[in-house]
């Protein structure tokens, strides 16, 4: 979903071909999304279809072709940029069902896997912060605040396994089974 | 390696109504010229773990060694003078005298374990400079930044060129960004060769700097991590947006 007003986005500040939008793109996001050409190109296909974007110029190789934003595709843009998103809570680690399974499938390896999980969340930690740094000492603000935002997000994954752990210890009995 | 903290079971109680363990059997050993930090929830231990390492209290079980030397063993008069010697200390609230300038804060440790003048103050312009405080060394605390005033603690407690740092939350009075710079000056101070132990609530701050974890829970030592670093981690192997629509 968000390619396609990536690219809409991209596009609204100059006309641009293919291979600029990804290369673009992939700047814009500081590398954390890596898309192929084929997406762009058919994403690009889909926004023409729909009126959305056309080519400046529909004479030569495809592949080469600068496309710009209609009005339409404007005026479409405009409106996603207002809207706050509101979806449910995306969880779609494994990590929350593997634990919900551990826990009633072999209660003594639970405490373990918390602990080894973790574990990956303070080394996450680390990583997250040192990108942060990195975009910053590149004058990429935009994208230190987007890598805080992970930040935010891994801590809050610090402070469930460690809930979870908490729970555990006081009351043994019932980390898992009901 | 040399090992410079160890302790062994150690315990300390506290008497209430009935005795707490505010430390309850850690067994642990530091090296020299490691960053790490000690985490855990308010009340799991941490800051008397430090008070312990610091000699500011004694074990009520077990043993603490600080460079070869069992702390608990020493007499009142020597415990003043290993930690003055050996430990720096700094602060959340930095505890800075006020009425002193921030050359005369510096040097109270030297003068507190006679160093000669001509050699503190020599040790105090270095540090001064490595700091960024040499502008700011005839001013009184009370016209410094937070900032500032952490980074003149951080020269006061390396003063007398101790064997161990010890930060308890030094970035918990400061805005973010003063906060980072005096991260960054430890972490500066460690690549030198600095040991140091910083005690903090924060995930971030211990795993942003440190390169070991140790997570104190009632007490104990319930985790202890130690974090590869990742100065070139490809951006898509640590944050990856919507990683369904990313993978061709």
């Keep these: ?178 | 390696m040399t090992v410079m903290v160890e302790l062994t079971d150690v315990r300390k109680l506290y008497n209430g109504g009935s005795p707490q363990a505010a430390v309850d059997g850690v067994t642990l050993t530091l090296q020299q010229g490691e960053f790490t930090a000690v985490m855990g929830s308010s009340g799991s231990g941490k800051s008397t773990l430090l008070n312990l390492i610091a000699g500011l209290d004694r074990p009520s079980q077990g043993r603490v060694l600080v460079d070869g030397v069992d702390v608990a063993r020493l007499s009142e008069t020597e415990l003043a003078r290993f930690r003055r010697t050996r430990i720096g200390f700094i602060f959340q609230f930095f505890n800075l005298l006020n009425n002193l300038t921030v050359l005369d804060n510096i040097l109270i440790p030297a003068q507190l374990a006679a160093v000669s003048p001509a050699v503190a103050r020599d040790r105090a312009t270095a540090l001064m400079h490595e700091l960024g405080l040499a502008e700011k060394q005839m001013l009184f605390p009370g016209r410094l930044s937070g900032g500032e005033r952490q980074r003149v603690a951080i020269a006061r407690a390396l003063i007398n060129q101790p064997l161990l740092l010890l930060a308890d939350e030094p970035t918990g009075a400061l805005a973010s960004r003063a906060g980072e710079q005096v991260m960054e000056r430890l972490t500066e101070l460690n690549r030198r060769g600095q040991t140091i132990l910083l005690v903090t609530h924060d995930a971030k701050l211990a795993a942003a700097y440190a390169s070991r974890i140790i997570t104190l829970s009632d007490g104990r030592v319930a985790d202890d991590s130690r974090l590869k670093a990742s100065p070139e981690v490809a951006p898509s192997d640590v944050l990856r947006l919507r990683p369904g629509e990313a993978s061709p």
């Design chain 1, 1 to 178: 979903m968000s390619l396609r007003f990536g690219i809409l986005g991209l596009l609204a500040e100059e006309p641009l071909h293919g291979y600029e939008v990804k290369t673009r793109f992939e700047s814009l996001l500081g590398g954390t999304w890596e898309v192929n050409i084929g997406q762009i190109y058919s994403t690009l296909q889909r926004l023409e279809r729909d009126g959305l974007v056309a080519p400046a110029d529909d004479r030569g190789d495809r592949g080469k072709l600068p496309y710009h934003l209609t009005a339409t595709g404007r005026r479409t843009l405009n409106d996603w940029l207002r809207q706050p998103e509101d979806e449910p809570q995306p969880l779609r680690e494994e990590i929350y069902v593997k634990l919900l399974l551990a826990g009633r499938l072999a209660n003594g390896n639970v405490e373990r896997l918390l602990a080894d999980q973790r574990r990956v969340y303070l080394q996450r930690l680390k990583d997250l912060s040192g990108l942060e740094r990195r975009s910053r000492d590149e004058g990429r603000d935009d994208l230190a605040l987007l890598v805080r935002g992970a930040v935010f997000h891994t801590e809050a994954d610090l402070k469930w396994t460690d809930a979870w752990a908490e729970e555990i210890r006081r009351a043994p009995k019932r980390g898992g089974r009901q």
